[in-house]
Protein backbone atom coordinates (compact mmCIF):
# COMPACT_ATOMS: atom_id res chain seq x y z
CA UNK A 1 0.00 0.00 0.00
CA UNK A 2 1.41 3.39 -0.57
CA UNK A 3 2.29 5.95 2.05
CA UNK A 4 -0.83 7.86 2.70
CA UNK A 5 -3.00 4.53 3.03
CA UNK A 6 -0.59 3.03 5.39
CA UNK A 7 -1.01 6.33 7.24
CA UNK A 8 -4.70 5.76 8.09
CA UNK A 9 -4.56 1.97 8.18
CA UNK A 10 -1.39 0.64 9.22
CA UNK A 11 -2.24 -1.09 12.75
CA UNK A 12 -5.23 0.59 12.91
CA UNK A 13 -8.07 -2.16 11.88
CA UNK A 14 -11.43 -2.10 13.31
CA UNK A 15 -11.30 -2.43 17.33
CA UNK A 16 -12.28 -6.28 17.68
CA UNK A 17 -14.77 -5.75 20.79
CA UNK A 18 -16.79 -3.26 19.29
CA UNK A 19 -16.24 -2.10 15.55
CA UNK A 20 -14.95 0.80 16.52
CA UNK A 21 -13.06 2.40 13.42
CA UNK A 22 -10.65 4.83 15.32
CA UNK A 23 -8.82 3.04 17.68
CA UNK A 24 -9.39 3.28 21.31
CA UNK A 25 -7.36 5.33 23.46
CA UNK A 26 -6.78 2.45 26.04
CA UNK A 27 -6.64 4.36 29.19
CA UNK A 28 -5.26 1.42 31.51
CA UNK A 29 -1.97 0.69 33.48
CA UNK A 30 -2.78 -2.81 33.99
CA UNK A 31 -4.73 -5.81 32.25
CA UNK A 32 -6.41 -8.79 33.80
CA UNK A 33 -4.89 -12.50 33.72
CA UNK A 34 -6.74 -15.47 33.62
CA UNK A 35 -3.92 -17.21 35.72
CA UNK A 36 -0.40 -16.54 35.99
CA UNK A 37 1.33 -15.24 32.63
CA UNK A 38 -1.85 -15.78 30.58
CA UNK A 39 -3.10 -12.70 29.09
CA UNK A 40 -3.81 -11.28 25.71
CA UNK A 41 -0.14 -9.73 24.92
CA UNK A 42 -0.11 -6.98 27.42
CA UNK A 43 0.36 -7.07 31.11
CA UNK A 44 1.88 -3.40 32.10
CA UNK A 45 1.37 -0.34 29.97
CA UNK A 46 4.87 0.53 30.82
CA UNK A 47 5.95 -2.57 28.60
CA UNK A 48 3.25 -2.22 26.39
CA UNK A 49 -0.74 -0.73 25.62
CA UNK A 50 -2.81 -1.18 22.18
CA UNK A 51 -2.99 2.59 20.85
CA UNK A 52 0.48 2.97 21.67
CA UNK A 53 1.25 -0.47 19.88
CA UNK A 54 -0.92 1.21 16.77
CA UNK A 55 1.05 3.78 16.65
CA UNK A 56 4.10 2.02 16.81
CA UNK A 57 3.10 -0.36 14.14
CA UNK A 58 1.69 2.51 11.89
CA UNK A 59 4.86 5.25 12.49
CA UNK A 60 7.48 2.11 11.48
CA UNK A 61 6.05 1.38 8.25
CA UNK A 62 6.11 5.13 7.59
CA UNK A 63 9.93 4.67 8.13
CA UNK A 64 10.03 1.71 6.15
CA UNK A 65 10.87 -0.04 9.27
CA UNK A 66 10.19 -3.52 10.95
CA UNK A 67 10.04 -2.16 14.48
CA UNK A 68 9.43 1.18 16.20
CA UNK A 69 9.13 2.58 19.43
CA UNK A 70 7.28 5.15 21.26
CA UNK A 71 8.68 7.96 23.25
CA UNK A 72 7.78 10.43 25.75
CA UNK A 73 9.86 13.12 24.10
CA UNK A 74 12.11 13.81 21.64
CA UNK A 75 14.40 13.70 24.02
CA UNK A 76 12.90 10.30 25.95
CA UNK A 77 13.89 8.55 22.33
CA UNK A 78 17.65 10.50 22.15
CA UNK A 79 18.38 9.58 25.42
CA UNK A 80 16.98 6.19 25.21
CA UNK A 81 18.74 5.03 21.67
CA UNK A 82 22.41 6.83 23.50
CA UNK A 83 21.90 4.03 25.75
CA UNK A 84 22.82 1.49 22.87
CA UNK A 85 26.35 3.42 23.42
CA UNK A 86 28.74 3.54 26.85
CA UNK A 87 30.92 5.72 28.98
CA UNK A 88 34.37 5.92 26.72
CA UNK A 89 32.99 5.08 23.29
CA UNK A 90 33.25 7.78 20.51
CA UNK A 91 30.17 9.65 19.16
CA UNK A 92 30.45 11.97 16.18
CA UNK A 93 27.71 14.30 15.63
CA UNK A 94 26.70 16.59 13.06
CA UNK A 95 27.40 19.93 15.37
CA UNK A 96 24.24 22.06 13.63
CA UNK A 97 22.13 20.30 16.20
CA UNK A 98 18.72 20.87 18.11
CA UNK A 99 19.96 22.75 21.28
CA UNK A 100 18.58 20.06 23.33
CA UNK A 101 20.19 17.44 22.20
CA UNK A 102 24.01 19.58 22.09
CA UNK A 103 23.16 20.05 25.93
CA UNK A 104 21.99 16.40 26.56
CA UNK A 105 25.18 15.55 24.57
CA UNK A 106 27.45 17.63 25.72
CA UNK A 107 26.26 18.24 29.20
CA UNK A 108 25.06 14.88 30.26
CA UNK A 109 26.80 12.25 28.71
CA UNK A 110 29.89 13.90 28.26
CA UNK A 111 30.82 14.85 31.91
CA UNK A 112 29.77 10.62 32.08
CA UNK A 113 33.26 9.77 29.88
CA UNK A 114 31.13 9.39 26.53
CA UNK A 115 33.81 11.00 23.83
CA UNK A 116 31.88 13.41 21.21
CA UNK A 117 33.19 15.32 18.42
CA UNK A 118 30.75 17.49 16.76
CA UNK A 119 31.80 17.97 12.98
CA UNK A 120 30.14 20.57 10.29
CA UNK A 121 27.94 19.14 7.80
CA UNK A 122 30.54 18.27 4.81
CA UNK A 123 32.33 16.76 7.82
CA UNK A 124 30.48 14.06 9.55
CA UNK A 125 31.78 10.94 7.24
CA UNK A 126 35.45 12.40 7.15
CA UNK A 127 35.35 12.50 11.33
CA UNK A 128 34.25 8.91 11.72
CA UNK A 129 37.36 6.48 12.50
CA UNK A 130 37.37 2.98 13.80
CA UNK A 131 36.70 4.23 17.50
CA UNK A 132 33.25 5.81 16.63
CA UNK A 133 30.59 3.97 17.55
CA UNK A 134 27.75 5.96 16.77
CA UNK A 135 26.61 8.46 14.30
CA UNK A 136 24.00 10.97 14.84
CA UNK A 137 22.98 13.05 12.41
CA UNK A 138 20.17 15.75 11.22
CA UNK A 139 19.15 16.74 8.01
CA UNK A 140 17.55 19.61 7.38
CA UNK A 141 19.87 20.25 10.90
CA UNK A 142 18.26 22.82 12.95
CA UNK A 143 18.31 25.95 12.60
CA UNK A 144 20.41 26.56 9.49
CA UNK A 145 18.84 24.21 7.29
CA UNK A 146 22.14 22.28 6.52
CA UNK A 147 21.96 19.00 4.33
CA UNK A 148 23.97 15.92 5.49
CA UNK A 149 24.50 13.72 2.70
CA UNK A 150 22.83 10.64 4.67
CA UNK A 151 24.22 7.64 2.09
CA UNK A 152 27.49 8.76 2.31
CA UNK A 153 27.60 9.29 6.11
CA UNK A 154 26.09 5.57 6.39
CA UNK A 155 28.42 4.66 4.07
CA UNK A 156 31.63 5.54 6.73
CA UNK A 157 30.02 4.28 9.69
CA UNK A 158 29.17 1.31 8.71
CA UNK A 159 32.85 0.54 7.22
CA UNK A 160 34.21 2.20 10.58
CA UNK A 161 31.47 -0.20 12.17
CA UNK A 162 29.59 2.41 13.29
CA UNK A 163 25.67 2.48 13.81
CA UNK A 164 23.72 5.65 12.27
CA UNK A 165 21.40 7.58 13.73
CA UNK A 166 19.00 10.49 11.99
CA UNK A 167 16.65 12.62 13.47
CA UNK A 168 14.21 13.06 10.98
CA UNK A 169 12.06 15.52 12.72
CA UNK A 170 12.86 18.14 10.20
CA UNK A 171 12.14 15.96 6.84
CA UNK A 172 9.27 13.61 8.30
CA UNK A 173 9.11 9.95 6.94
CA UNK A 174 6.78 11.92 4.07
CA UNK A 175 9.85 13.56 2.57
CA UNK A 176 12.67 11.88 3.73
CA UNK A 177 13.45 8.15 5.30
CA UNK A 178 16.69 7.56 6.58
CA UNK A 179 16.58 3.83 6.87
CA UNK A 180 16.12 3.07 2.82
CA UNK A 181 19.14 5.50 2.79
CA UNK A 182 21.58 3.50 4.64
CA UNK A 183 21.17 4.31 8.36
CA UNK A 184 20.41 2.34 11.25
CA UNK A 185 18.06 4.54 13.52
CA UNK A 186 15.67 6.89 12.56
CA UNK A 187 14.54 9.34 15.75
CA UNK A 188 11.62 11.73 16.15
CA UNK A 189 10.32 14.17 17.60
CA UNK A 190 6.76 13.12 17.33
CA UNK A 191 5.97 17.13 18.59
CA UNK A 192 6.44 18.76 15.66
CA UNK A 193 5.13 17.44 11.94
CA UNK A 194 3.75 14.03 13.11
CA UNK A 195 1.73 15.33 15.35
CA UNK A 196 1.53 18.43 13.39
CA UNK A 197 -1.04 20.25 15.67
CA UNK A 198 1.56 21.82 18.56
CA UNK A 199 -1.00 19.94 21.15
CA UNK A 200 1.89 16.91 22.44
CA UNK A 201 4.90 16.16 23.54
CA UNK A 202 6.30 12.53 22.17
CA UNK A 203 9.34 10.99 20.83
CA UNK A 204 9.81 7.92 18.49
CA UNK A 205 12.66 5.46 17.24
CA UNK A 206 12.84 3.07 14.63
CA UNK A 207 15.23 0.16 13.39
CA UNK A 208 15.19 -2.82 10.38
CA UNK A 209 18.34 -4.43 12.38
CA UNK A 210 16.49 -6.87 15.46
CA UNK A 211 19.33 -7.00 17.62
CA UNK A 212 18.94 -3.11 17.92
CA UNK A 213 15.40 -3.29 18.23
CA UNK A 214 15.72 -5.74 21.32
CA UNK A 215 17.80 -3.57 22.94
CA UNK A 216 15.48 -0.54 22.31
CA UNK A 217 12.18 -2.53 23.18
CA UNK A 218 14.62 -3.81 26.44
CA UNK A 219 15.96 -0.49 27.11
CA UNK A 220 12.12 1.69 26.46
CA UNK A 221 10.94 -0.65 29.41
CA UNK A 222 13.64 -0.09 31.37
CA UNK A 223 14.23 3.79 31.33
CA UNK A 224 10.19 4.12 30.98
CA UNK A 225 10.19 7.21 29.26
CA UNK A 226 6.61 6.23 27.35
CA UNK A 227 4.02 7.49 25.93
CA UNK A 228 0.48 7.60 27.34
CA UNK A 229 -1.74 6.32 25.54
CA UNK A 230 -4.36 9.98 24.88
CA UNK A 231 -0.42 11.33 23.04
CA UNK A 232 -0.08 8.07 21.31
CA UNK A 233 -3.59 8.27 19.93
CA UNK A 234 -2.94 12.29 19.05
CA UNK A 235 0.14 11.36 16.66
CA UNK A 236 -1.61 8.94 15.54
CA UNK A 237 -4.65 11.01 14.29
CA UNK A 238 -2.13 13.37 13.18
CA UNK A 239 0.08 10.74 10.74
CA UNK A 240 -3.61 10.60 8.89
CA UNK A 241 -3.52 13.78 7.31
CA UNK A 242 0.60 14.22 7.31
CA UNK A 243 0.94 13.69 3.47
CA UNK A 244 -1.61 16.62 3.19
CA UNK A 245 0.33 18.87 5.64
CA UNK A 246 3.95 18.52 4.44
CA UNK A 247 2.50 19.13 0.87
CA UNK A 248 1.03 22.46 2.23
CA UNK A 249 4.06 22.81 4.65
CA UNK A 250 6.24 22.37 1.69
CA UNK A 251 4.45 24.54 -0.85
CA UNK A 252 4.12 27.66 1.78
CA UNK A 253 7.57 27.46 2.74
CA UNK A 254 8.75 27.62 -0.73
CA UNK A 255 6.96 30.96 -1.80
CA UNK A 256 7.96 32.54 1.79
CA UNK A 257 11.68 31.66 0.49
CA UNK A 258 11.50 33.36 -2.44
CA UNK A 259 9.75 35.89 -1.11
CA UNK A 260 12.68 36.64 1.48
CA UNK A 261 15.03 35.84 -1.04
CA UNK A 262 13.66 39.27 -2.90
CA UNK A 263 14.24 41.58 0.54
CA UNK A 264 16.81 44.02 1.34
CA UNK A 265 16.06 43.51 4.92
CA UNK A 266 17.29 40.12 4.89
CA UNK A 267 20.61 39.31 4.43
CA UNK A 268 20.68 35.67 3.61
CA UNK A 269 17.94 32.69 3.16
CA UNK A 270 18.31 29.38 4.07
CA UNK A 271 15.84 26.91 2.65
CA UNK A 272 17.15 23.55 0.82
CA UNK A 273 14.56 23.99 -1.92
CA UNK A 274 16.13 27.33 -3.21
CA UNK A 275 18.64 26.36 -6.08
CA UNK A 276 21.32 28.40 -4.27
CA UNK A 277 21.38 26.72 -1.37
CA UNK A 278 24.60 24.41 -1.22
CA UNK A 279 22.91 21.03 -0.45
CA UNK A 280 19.62 22.04 -2.79
CA UNK A 281 21.39 18.70 -4.70
CA UNK A 282 21.92 16.05 -2.10
CA UNK A 283 18.15 17.28 -0.76
CA UNK A 284 17.02 16.87 -4.37
CA UNK A 285 18.43 13.21 -4.03
CA UNK A 286 17.24 12.08 -0.83
CA UNK A 287 14.01 13.98 -0.50
CA UNK A 288 11.24 14.19 -2.16
CA UNK A 289 10.58 17.97 -1.29
CA UNK A 290 12.43 20.79 0.69
CA UNK A 291 10.41 20.93 4.35
CA UNK A 292 8.32 23.16 5.94
CA UNK A 293 11.43 25.25 7.80
CA UNK A 294 13.22 28.22 6.46
CA UNK A 295 15.53 30.72 8.24
CA UNK A 296 17.26 33.61 7.60
CA UNK A 297 19.12 36.20 8.65
CA UNK A 298 18.55 39.56 9.46
CA UNK A 299 20.72 42.30 9.31
CA UNK A 300 21.18 42.64 12.64
CA UNK A 301 19.91 41.06 16.31
CA UNK A 302 17.72 44.34 17.32
CA UNK A 303 16.10 43.98 13.19
CA UNK A 304 15.78 39.98 14.16
CA UNK A 305 14.08 40.88 17.79
CA UNK A 306 12.15 43.54 16.62
CA UNK A 307 10.77 41.83 13.46
CA UNK A 308 9.64 38.58 15.38
CA UNK A 309 7.85 40.38 18.46
CA UNK A 310 5.83 42.46 15.33
CA UNK A 311 4.36 39.77 13.23
CA UNK A 312 0.90 39.15 14.05
CA UNK A 313 0.00 35.32 12.82
CA UNK A 314 3.86 34.21 12.81
CA UNK A 315 3.49 33.56 16.85
CA UNK A 316 6.60 34.10 18.45
CA UNK A 317 7.05 30.76 20.16
CA UNK A 318 9.41 27.67 20.40
CA UNK A 319 8.84 24.31 18.55
CA UNK A 320 7.76 23.98 15.01
CA UNK A 321 5.87 21.72 12.84
CA UNK A 322 1.94 22.59 14.07
CA UNK A 323 -0.25 23.54 11.19
CA UNK A 324 -0.04 27.09 12.58
CA UNK A 325 3.46 29.46 11.26
CA UNK A 326 5.62 30.05 14.47
CA UNK A 327 8.53 32.20 13.98
CA UNK A 328 11.76 32.51 16.86
CA UNK A 329 15.25 34.05 17.42
CA UNK A 330 17.16 30.66 17.95
CA UNK A 331 19.85 32.16 19.41
CA UNK A 332 18.14 33.42 22.70
CA UNK A 333 15.42 30.81 22.70
CA UNK A 334 15.35 27.12 20.89
CA UNK A 335 19.31 27.01 20.67
CA UNK A 336 20.28 28.63 23.87
CA UNK A 337 22.48 26.25 25.35
CA UNK A 338 24.46 25.99 22.40
CA UNK A 339 25.20 29.84 22.64
CA UNK A 340 28.80 28.82 24.75
CA UNK A 341 29.96 26.36 21.43
CA UNK A 342 32.38 27.59 18.85
CA UNK A 343 28.72 26.87 15.99
CA UNK A 344 26.31 28.98 18.23
CA UNK A 345 23.65 29.63 15.86
CA UNK A 346 24.38 33.33 14.48
CA UNK A 347 22.52 35.85 17.23
CA UNK A 348 20.46 37.29 13.99
CA UNK A 349 19.75 34.41 12.83
CA UNK A 350 15.26 34.10 12.53
CA UNK A 351 13.63 30.81 11.95
CA UNK A 352 10.10 30.31 10.60
CA UNK A 353 8.01 27.25 10.98
CA UNK A 354 5.62 27.95 7.86
CA UNK A 355 2.12 26.74 9.01
CA UNK A 356 -0.42 25.90 6.23
CA UNK A 357 -2.68 28.97 6.35
CA UNK A 358 -3.06 31.24 3.28
CA UNK A 359 0.59 31.62 1.96
CA UNK A 360 -0.87 35.39 0.97
CA UNK A 361 -1.89 35.96 4.41
CA UNK A 362 1.41 34.87 5.47
CA UNK A 363 3.56 36.84 3.28
CA UNK A 364 1.57 40.23 4.11
CA UNK A 365 2.31 39.31 7.48
CA UNK A 366 6.00 39.37 7.40
CA UNK A 367 6.23 42.17 4.46
CA UNK A 368 4.45 44.11 7.41
CA UNK A 369 6.70 43.75 9.31
CA UNK A 370 9.86 43.66 7.71
CA UNK A 371 8.95 47.05 6.51
CA UNK A 372 8.16 48.75 9.84
CA UNK A 373 11.55 46.98 10.95
CA UNK A 374 13.30 49.06 8.34
CA UNK A 375 11.42 52.28 9.26
CA UNK A 376 12.48 51.77 12.80
CA UNK A 377 16.37 50.74 12.14
C1 LIG B 1 15.14 18.29 15.48
C2 LIG B 1 14.66 18.05 16.87
N1 LIG B 1 14.95 16.89 17.49
C3 LIG B 1 14.55 16.62 18.74
C4 LIG B 1 13.82 17.55 19.47
C5 LIG B 1 13.41 17.23 20.88
O1 LIG B 1 12.08 16.82 20.91
P1 LIG B 1 11.10 17.02 22.18
O2 LIG B 1 10.95 18.50 22.38
O3 LIG B 1 9.86 16.32 21.73
O4 LIG B 1 11.75 16.36 23.33
C6 LIG B 1 13.48 18.75 18.88
C7 LIG B 1 12.69 19.75 19.66
O5 LIG B 1 12.59 20.91 19.30
C8 LIG B 1 13.91 19.02 17.55
O6 LIG B 1 13.63 20.18 16.95
Redesign the pocket.
Known amino acids: MDFETRAIHEGQEPDPATGAVTVPIYQTSTYVQDAVGEHKGFDYSRTANPTRRALEICLASLESAEYGFGFS ?4 A ?1 TTVMHLVAPGDRIVAVNDV ?1 G ?2 YRLFSKVYGPKGYEFEFAGHDDVAGAIDERTRLVWI ?1 SPT ?1 PLLNVVDIRAVADAAHAAGAVVAV ?1 N ?2 ATPYLQRPLELGADIVVH ?1 T ?2 YLGGHSDL ?3 FAATNDPTVAERLAFLQNSLGAVPGPFDSWLVLRGLKTLALRMQRHCENARAVAEFLTGRAEVEQVFYPGLPGHPGHEIAARQMSDFGGMVSFLAASVEEAEGLVARTKIWKLAE ?2 GGVESLIEVPYAM ?1 HASTSDAPFAAPENLVRLSVGIESVDDLVADLEAALVRSAATA
Open positions: SGMGTYGTENDTFSTKVGGSLT
